[in-house]
């Protein structure tokens, strides 16, 4: 089963027990993240001087991603593009739900609505497919604790982890001291070309940006 960035990066901060998402704002950045990266890397997008086009809109046949495609085109307003840290900034508090109805939509995850008196019912997404998870951290920890070269996805993927601080979520059972500066290692590599490296550097400006802005607005 093939499973996207955006998707594995939802996999892993996925709570085993309760169903709910980890770091559900910081996992937001690296799924909006993971999802431009899919399209850049299909050739749909591009990501030059810190601004986004829209190159190709036909679809990738993955339905994540071409309603993400839609999106875009929806956004840019006819402009021919528009600084990706808006995208992204836009993007990120939706894509964690359109990631988690994906995989549930096709079993990798399970998806109940839970009710508890005196609050809105909540859905969540209780794990279901424990190989394709298996699989993934597996993948992770070769390269990252085995030293094993990684390939441009597994890269892309770590390199999201790393922008948005998920070293928590992706290694569970190491202090982030010991994971962090190889995973920074891997994301400042030339895994891949500019224009998807240029993706997640913008990424993450947009996620201390939007951090630094929070942090200072009146309460």
């Not at 998707?7 to 709570?15: A, G, K």
Request: hydrophobic fraction near 45%.
């Amino acid at each position: 089963m093939t499973v996207t960035l955006a998707e594995e990066v939802v996999l892993l901060s996925l709570d085993a027990r309760s169903g709910a998402a980890r770091r559900r704002q910081a996992a937001g950045w690296a799924v909006a993240g993971g999802i431009l990266l899919e399209l850049v890397m299909a050739r749909r997008v591009s990501v030059t001087g810190k601004y986004l086009e829209l190159r190709d809109p036909a679809p990738t046949g993955v339905r994540l991603l071409d309603g993400r495609i839609q999106l875009i085109g929806s956004w840019l307003r006819g402009r021919s593009k528009r600084r990706v840290t808006d995208w992204l900034t836009k993007d990120h508090s939706h894509a964690v739900g359109a990631v988690l109805d994906s995989l549930a939509e096709r079993g990798v995850v399970g998806s109940e609505v839970r009710k508890v008196p005196g609050v809105f019912p909540q859905r969540r997404y209780p794990g279901s497919d424990a190989a394709v998870e298996r699989e993934l951290r597996e993948r992770l920890g070769r390269v990252v604790l085995g030293g094993a070269e990684p390939d441009a996805r597994t890269a892309g993927l770590i390199s999201l982890l790393h922008a948005a601080g998920l070293h928590g979520p992706a290694f569970p059972d190491r202090p982030a001291r010991e994971v962090a500066p190889r995973m920074g290692e891997i994301a400042a590599g030339q895994w891949a070309g500019k224009s998807v490296r240029a993706a997640v550097r913008d990424m993450q400006a947009a996620a201390v940006t939007a951090t630094v802005f929070m942090a200072s607005a009146p309460v």
